[in-house]
């Protein structure tokens, strides 16, 4: 099979495409200023579906695996260059995209990550990195239990420090693994990693957290971390952490001990924008990296 572009041919970048389980032909795409898009033909047709919103900027999508007409949106990008755009918080459709609701979090500005629990379409969790410009306090790693209604922020460091990644076990929901990173953007400088940035682990669905530290994984400072958990295997998880010594990291023993496995430079340039890894959800020997390059291990 060959790659070819399919669209919607949208300006900018794109860092939100979710699948739908069990429907191979539908996907929504977000574009970080061109909005949510809908295709139910596998690419061949993209319908718009965020016009009416007052944001366009868009960060990470979710559909419930309950329920496919519940979606959520975080608004916001999280890769933050000098010409990023900002978001107003959590949007969710009930009707698998034709009208949508902002239920809350305004104020995270830029969010990384928004996952679903695979048993109930009212439990979310969202890796909010905040404002990307200067300090504030709604940014970490936020809860519902409730659809959106309420929010709780049940992982937080500081004014400085975000969540920008978060992923749950496919096998066990109430494992999740999640990653803050202390970051800030200026028009003439940008700054990756700090005291704040580190990898932490939820045994209760991630009311509770913690923080992961040693047994491998690298000293001092921490930047931008990226996480996955094997489908194959709960046990194996990676991350691919911005550091003096970082690289690909595996954990065999779902995240008590690490090994640095891969410093390839290729996979680590440009860390603050990328540092996105994907585990094969049927072989745990194999799993995806994105940076400049899209790249494949088995």
Known sequence: MRWRQIGPFRGGRALAIEGVVGEPDTYYF?????????????GANWTPLFDKAPISSIGAIAVAPSDHNVIYVGTGEA???GNTTY???IFKSVDAGKTWENVGLKDTRQIGALIVDPRNENVVL????GHAFGPNQERGIFRTADGGKTWTKVLSKDEN??????????????????SLWQARRQPWFFSSGGSGSDLYR??????TWRRLEGNGLPDGILGRIGITVSGADSNRVYAIIEAKDGGLFRSDDAGQHWTRVNDDGRFRQ?????????????SADTLYVLNTGLFKSV
């Open 30 to 42: 977000g574009a970080v200023a061109g909005g949510v898009w809908k295709t139910i033909d596998g």
């Open 270 to 282: 440009r860390a603050w924008y990328f540092s996105k890894v994907y585990a094969d959800p049927r």
């Open 161 to 178: 420090t975000g969540g920008i990644d978060v992923v749950f076990d496919p096998h066990n929901p109430n494992i999740v693994f999640a």
């Open 79 to 81: 890769a933050i260059r």
């Open 87 to 89: 978001g107003t918080g």
């Open 126 to 129: 969202v890796a909010a990195l």
């Open 202 to 207: 939820s045994e209760d669905n991630g009311v």
